[in-house]
């Protein structure tokens, strides 16, 4: 009976052992879990922060660039009126060109007529 409360205290003993270890490696765990815990919390704040800084840079490149168009636009807008104005006056030119010559040539017509009217008398 002797030997029985021994090896009952033996297996009591080697228990109580293996579960103070197990706790003890379990908080080991435990406690570098929460050290990965907070590491990836700090780094998924830092991306956020990133994230939002990566956005609001967007925002103001999206902002540049439709006041880029915008002036584009406006150059392209006056760069037309001028094309026009340009057009405008090469037409002008033109007529006046045309007009010019129209009255020369009736000038010459005239002066041919009146000299053929000065031969015939």
Same mark, same amino acid.
């Given at each position: 009976?002797?030997?029985?409360? !021994?090896?009952?205290? !033996? =297996? =009591? =003993?080697?228990?109580?052992?293996?579960?103070?270890?197990?706790? !003890?490696?379990? @908080? /080991?765990? !435990?406690?570098?879990?929460?050290?990965?815990?907070?590491?990836?919390?700090? @780094?998924?704040?830092?991306?956020?922060?990133?994230?939002?800084? /990566?956005? &609001?840079?967007?925002? +103001? /490149?999206? %902002?540049?660039? %439709?006041?880029?168009?915008?002036?584009?636009? +406006?150059?392209?807008?006056?760069?037309?009126?001028?094309?026009?104005?340009?057009?405008?006056?090469?037409?002008? %030119?033109? @007529?006046?060109? @045309?007009? +010019?010559?129209?009255? &020369?040539?009736? +000038?010459?017509?005239?002066?041919? %007529?009146?000299?053929?009217?000065?031969?015939?008398?």
């Amino acid at each position: 009976m002797e030997t029985e409360f !021994l090896k009952m205290d !033996l =297996f =009591f =003993f080697i228990t109580s052992t293996v579960v103070v270890l197990m706790g !003890l490696f379990g @908080l /080991i765990i !435990l406690f570098y879990i929460i050290k990965i815990v907070r590491a990836a919390s700090r @780094l998924i704040g830092t991306v956020q922060r990133e994230a939002d800084e /990566i956005a &609001e840079d967007f925002k +103001e /490149i999206k %902002k540049d660039v %439709k006041e880029g168009v915008h002036d584009m636009k +406006e150059g392209i807008s006056t760069a037309t009126n001028y094309t026009k104005v340009v057009a405008g006056a090469g037409i002008v %030119k033109a @007529l006046s060109a @045309l007009f +010019e010559a129209y009255v &020369e040539e009736k +000038e010459v017509s005239t002066k041919r %007529k009146k000299k053929r009217g000065t031969k015939k008398k």
